[in-house]
C-alpha cells in the first residue's frame, strides 16, 4: 500500500532533484558558437527517475531497519551464519575457487590487452588495498598517507635502476624493505595519536614525499618525472608489448596470492590478535602487556612494505613516473577500497578494489557521469552496508575442546 | 609474610591539583586487601600510577615477585609492568567487545607467548605448538572462572556480570602474582556480589594470587579484605583491619560527615 504522504515525500524528492541536476543535466554552453542549449527532456527523465527510485530507497531503508532492529534482539546470528556457511563449507567454495582460478588464468587470453592492463592496474590495487587493511582494518590507525609509501617503492626503483641499473627482481625487496623503513618512520612521531589526529597527520606525510618528489629536481627529476623504466625481465626472455603487458598480469596474481597468503597468516595470529585488540581498546590493550609501540610500528611497517614493493611493480608496469601518480586522491581511493571492501576482511578488500577501480573503467560508457555515478555507488554502498560489502568474515578463534592430554 | 607491593611517599599532581599525597602501603604475600575511600578520593589514580599508566610525581614503588629479588617498577610502560606480574581490571569495563571470549582471554596471554613476524608467516612447529597451547590454557582459566559456557560468544553480547568476571580471567591470563580489581562489584546484584566474594576467595586460595581491590560495597570489602586502607582528598586517613576501620572515628567522618552523632 502507498500512501498519500509518501508520493508526497517522493514528489518533493522529485522537485529537489530536478532542481539539484538542472546546471548539468539541462543547460548545455556552447562557447564557440555562443548558444544555450536547453535540454527540458533531461529534466523530466531525472524527476520521474528520482521519484521512482525515492519509492525503492525507501524500501530498502525499511528492509535495513527492521535487519537492525532483528540483530539488536540478538537475532544477528543468521546474517553471519551465512557468510559463514560460504566460507566455510568446502562443497561451495571449492568449486568456486576453481571457477575464479579458471577466470582468473583465461583472462588475458580470451579478453584484450586493455582488459588485461586494467585488471593488472586492480590487482595493484587489491595489493594495496590489503596493505592498508592492515593499518586501518586491523590495527585501527587511520592513514590517509599511504600512496606515500607506494610512491617510495615507485621511486626507488626509477632511481635505482637509472643511477646503478637495478634489476626489476633485486628492486622488489628494496621496495619493500624501503617501504617498511618509511613506515616505522612515520610510526614514530604518530605513535601518541589517534583517530582525527593520526588522519591529518598521514595526511601531511603523504604530502610532504609528494612534495619533495615533485621539487628536489636534482633527486627525483621533479614533475617531468623518470622515463624508460625497463619492465622486468624473465630469465632474459624479451617479450613483445603484448607478452609483457600479459607476463605483468600473471606477475600481480602471483604477488596477489603470496600478499593474501602472508596478510591471512599474519591476521591469524599473537601479532594479528594484538593489532585487532589495539583497535578494540588502547589502554585496555596495554594493560594486557601488550606493548603498544611495537605493536604500533609493526602494523605501520608491514603495511608499508606491501605498498612499497607494489610500488615498484607499477614503476615497472607504466615504464614512467612522475610525482601526479602519487597525490591524496590515491590515497583516497584505496581507503575507500578498505573501508567499502568490508575493515579487517581479506576478501571484502578484494571485492572492493575489483569494484572500485573497474567501475570508473566499465562507466566510460557514460562520460562526463561516470564519477557522479560513482559517488552515489559510494554513498548507497554506505548506507545499506556500512561495515563493507563482506564484513565479518574474519575468524574468529573458537574452541572445539580439549585435547586428552589437558582432559580430565 | 613477606612483603609484595610497596609503595613509599607516593605523590600525583594533576597540575596545581594534588591528586594523591605521600601514600604509604604494601601488601603482603597471599593477602587480599581493600583501598577504600568517597568518591574522588584518588583510588583509581593510585591504581594508574602502579600499572604505569601515569607517571607518579614523586615516590617510590617497588614489587617483590616470587623467588625474584625486589624491582622498582616506576617508570615503567602498564606493559612491561603487567610482564612482571600485576594484572589490573577497569572500573568502566574495557573488554574488547568484538573479540570472543576465548579471545579476549588469549590477549592476555600475549605477554607470555613468543612468536614473531616470521612464526606468524612460516607457522613452523613450535608457533602452532604455542597457539594450540595458549587456546587450551585460557579455556583452563575461563573454566576457574565459569565463564566456560561463553567461550565462543563476542565478548559485547556477555550479561554484565559475566563481563565483569571476563575481565578477571583476562588479568588472570597474564600470570599475576598481584591482581588489582577496581570495583569489580559496581553495578552487580546480590547474589552476583556474592558470586563475586567467593570468586576472590577461590583465586587467593588455589592460585596464590594476592589482591588488591577498590570497591564501595562495605559487606563485601569487610568480609573479603584482610587489611584494608582509607583514603580521602589523596591523602591516606587510616588503616588497618575491617574491625578496626568500622569503629575508626577519623573514617567515619570521611563517610558520614563531621556532625555525625552516632
Sequence with gaps: ??????????????????????????????????????????????????????????????????????????????????????????KIYIPGLIV????????????????????????????????????????????????????????????????????????????????????????FPVLRLRGDYLAIVTLGFGEIIRIILENWNEFSFGPSGIANIPRPGFFGIEFSIEGATMFMYFLMIALTLFTIFVVNRL?????????????????ACQAMGIDKTKTKLTAFALGATWAGMVGVVFAAKTTFINPASFTVWESIIILCIVVLGGMGSIVGVIFGALILILLPEYLRAFSEFRMLLFGAVLIIMMVFRPGGVISSVRRTYRFEGLTQKSEK | MKKILEVKNLTMNFGGLCALDRIDLDISEGEIVALIGPNGAGKTTFFNCITGIYPPTEGKMFIFPPGKARKSIKGLKPNQVTEKGLARTFQNIRLFPNMTVLENVMIGRHCRMSSGIAGAVFRNKATVREENAIV?????????????????????????????????????????????????????????????????????????????????????????????????????????????????PVVIKAYLGEDFDA
Excluded at chain 1, 139 to 151: E, I, P, T
Excluded at chain 1, 267 to 283: C, F, H, K, Y
Excluded at chain 2, 145 to 165: D, M, W
Design chain 1, 1 to 90: 500500500m502507498i500512501k498519500l504522504s509518501e508520493i508526497k515525500k517522493s514528489f518533493f524528492v522529485s522537485l529537489w532533484f530536478m532542481f539539484l541536476t538542472f546546471p548539468i543535466m539541462v543547460i548545455r554552453v556552447n562557447p564557440i558558437e555562443k548558444i544555450v542549449e536547453w535540454r527540458w527532456k533531461n529534466l523530466f527523465f531525472i524527476g520521474i527517475g528520482s521519484f521512482l527510485l525515492s519509492f525503492v530507497w525507501r524500501y530498502l531503508f525499511k528492509r535495513k531497519e527492521a535487519g537492525m532492529k532483528k540483530a539488536e534482539a540478538g537475532d544477528d546470528t543468521v546474517k553471519i551464519s551465512f557468510y559463514q556457511k560460504i566460507f566455510e563449507e568446502p
Design chain 1, 100 to 187: 575464479v582460478a579458471v577466470v582468473v588464468f583465461a583472462f588475458p587470453f580470451v579478453f584484450s590487452i586493455y582488459q588485461t592492463n586494467i585488471m593488472t592496474t586492480a590487482l595493484i590495487y587489491v595489493m594495496l588495498g590489503l596493505g592498508l587493511n592492515i593499518v586501518v582494518g586491523l590495527a585501527g590507525l587511520l592513514d590517509l598517507g599511504y600512496v606515500a609509501f607506494y610512491a617510495v617503492g615507485a621511486y626507488s626503483y626509477a632511481l635505482l635502476n637509472y643511477h646503478f641499473g637495478l634489476s626489476f627482481w633485486l628492486a622488489l625487496p628494496v621496495g619493500a624493505g624501503l617501504g617498511a623503513l618509511f613506515g616505522i618512520l612515520l610510526g
Design chain 1, 267 to 283: 591476521q591469524n595470529s599473537r601479532i594479528g590478535r594484538a593489532w585487532i585488540a589495539l583497535r578494540e581498546d588502547e589502554v
Design chain 2, 136 to 248: 587450551e590454557e585460557s579455556y583452563i582459566i575461563l573454566q576457574k572462572i565459569g565463564l566456560s559456557e561463553y567461550v565462543n560468544e563476542f565478548a559485547k553480547n556477555l550479561p554484565y556480570g559475566a563481563q565483569r568476571r571476563l575481565e578477571i580471567a583476562r588479568a588472570m591470563a597474564t600470570e599475576p602474582f598481584l591482581l588489582l580489581l577496581d570495583e569489580p562489584a559496581a553495578g552487580m546484584n546480590l547474589r552476583e556480589t556474592k558470586e563475586l566474594d567467593e570468586l576472590i576467595v577461590k583465586i587467593r586460595n588455589t592460585e596464590g594470587i594476592s589482591i588488591l581491590l577498590i570497591e564501595h560495597d562495605m559487606k563485601l570489602v569487610m568480609s573479603l579484605s584482610d587489611r584494608i586502607f582509607v583514603v580521602d582528598y589523596g591523602k591516606k586517613i587510616a588503616q588497618g583491619t575491617p574491625e578496626e576501620i568500622q569503629k575508626n
